[in-house]
């Protein structure tokens, strides 16, 4: 079994056709969400990681925080309101005081990329030991940190760990590169051909 694990640029959101999202261009299960952070990505490639032979991982914006709430949301139209396991991101900073105060004073962006490069070093050691064929990438946010941070000696015992063969595009690509010059949805995701493009690039590796 094969699969794919990311955000809503895995997902295929603002497509008329989900079967023209990456994942199925390359015969991958589709296993992405709308909105997920990247614990939502780790968690789920942790889950799968003894059933399948192959795995792509979309790494997505790493200021993005999943979080439980016991009572119902509704913080943005195209969002689901539910109780229990909701993913964060920085953008509901303009929807709610609380979340202006999370992002405000317990979150940095520093250690927004120390986590996720832990979830990463992590995964990479759990896949090998199951042999899993696997790939990491970025969708966006990622490669701006990477490009700040790289040389950080904090975030250099993880750095040094992260098996850089194995990660399309590190440190400065991903798929809002990939498909930068191609059609976008209102909502700024990429359209047919800008999956097309995405596909195409992580077909060299795979």
Not at 26 to 47: D, H, P, V
Not at 56 to 67: F, K, M, N, P, V
Request: aromatic residues 14%; contains cysteine.
């Amino acid at each position: 079994m094969k699969v794919a694990i990311g955000d809503s640029f895995t997902y295929g959101e603002e497509l008329a056709d989900r079967e023209l999202a990456w994942p199925a261009l390359l015969s991958y299960t589709n296993l992405g969400q709308k909105g997920a952070s990247n614990e939502y990505i780790f968690r789920t490639a942790l889950e799968m990681a003894p059933k399948v032979t192959n795995m792509i991982i979309a790494w997505s914006d790493s200021g993005r925080y999943e979080l439980y709430t016991n009572r119902a949301m509704n913080v943005k139209e195209r969002y689901v309101k539910h109780t229990g396991i909701i993913q964060v991101n920085p953008g509901w900073t303009r929807m709610n005081s609380w979340f202006r105060e999370l992002y405000g004073n317990y979150s940095d962006e520093k250690h927004q990329l120390l986590r996720t490069l832990s979830y990463m070093v992590a995964l990479q050691d759990v896949l090998k030991v199951n042999m899993v064929d696997y790939y990491f990438c970025s969708t966006f946010g990622i490669q701006e940190l990477f490009n700040r941070y790289i040389a950080n000696s904090e975030l250099q015992p993880l750095l040094t760990r992260l098996n850089t063969n194995r990660y399309i595009g590190f440190p400065y690509e991903g798929m809002v590169e990939w498909a930068y010059d191609t059609p976008q949805g209102p909502n700024g995701h990429p359209l047919e051909l800008g999956h097309k493009r995405i596909a195409d690039k992580i077909a060299e590796y795979i």
